[in-house]
């Protein structure tokens, strides 16, 4: 894929769509444990982890994505995308330094809690399309749910939703936070993810395209201008 990737030149713009998608993923992140209303299976295992043995919520993003991958390897046999390391390095990075803003803070009123986390879902939701559409690879927990899907023959959304499942009760026995906005977002992440997605691919396809253009266009006016300054 990087291969095809150089061919075409456009090795940088993707990266720059996969960097903005996790960036606004993670942010998303920070908005949902922010909002205090409950938070994603995953993340009320990384907060609860953290309640516990120290650390931050994003270094145990990155360790319990180390955990992941090394599962996947073993269940897949073979080594993941270079994606995934990344995106597991990067996420975990991002969310720690989001938490670091000032501004960042939760809201005095239910309603402000309420819009922080619809917010919050809507910017994972596109945050994720946006890295998906990069084409760098699935992240760790993607990856383990492949993997797993593959080895076992089950659908991608019943081996989702079990190891959704597992993460969330070992969280929530950890006391991580599990609250009405954990069911939401479980009920509700799979549907915006399904309309984000494609929005995200075809604003992908139209940028790179533009560009694609734009370099041709550039490239045959300087043959133009080559071919007149040699006659």
Request: net charge positive.
């Amino acid at each position: 894929m990087t291969i095809l990737l150089k061919k075409r030149g456009q090795v940088f713009p993707r990266i720059v769509i996969y960097l903005v998608g996790l960036l606004v993923m993670a942010l998303g992140v920070v908005f949902l444990l922010k909002s205090n209303l409950g938070s994603p299976p995953w993340d009320v295992l990384h907060v609860g982890l953290y309640y516990n043995f120290g650390l931050t919520i994003g270094s145990w993003s990155i360790l319990a994505g180390v955990v992941i991958l090394t599962l996947s390897a073993i269940i897949a046999k073979e080594i993941p995308q270079i994606g995934a390391f990344t995106n597991m390095l990067l996420v975990g990075t991002f969310i720690d330094l989001y938490f670091f803003l000032p501004f960042l803070v939760t809201p005095n009123h239910l309603i402000g809690r309420i819009i922080m986390f619809g917010v919050g879902l809507l910017l994972l939701g596109y945050g994720m399309g946006l890295y998906i559409s990069a084409q760098f690879g699935a992240g760790p927990r993607d990856s383990l749910m492949i993997a797993v899907a593959d080895r076992t023959g089950w659908s991608i959304r019943s081996v989702r939703s079990v190891i959704e499942l597992v993460a969330l009760f070992v969280g929530w026995r950890l006391g991580g936070p599990v609250f009405w906005g954990t069911i939401v977002f479980s009920i509700s992440i799979g549907p915006i993810s399904g309309f984000a997605l494609p929005q995200c691919k075809r604003f992908t396809d139209f940028w790179l395209g533009k560009l694609k253009d734009k370099n041709e266009s550039k490239h045959l006016g300087e043959e133009k201008t080559n071919r007149g300054a040699v006659l």
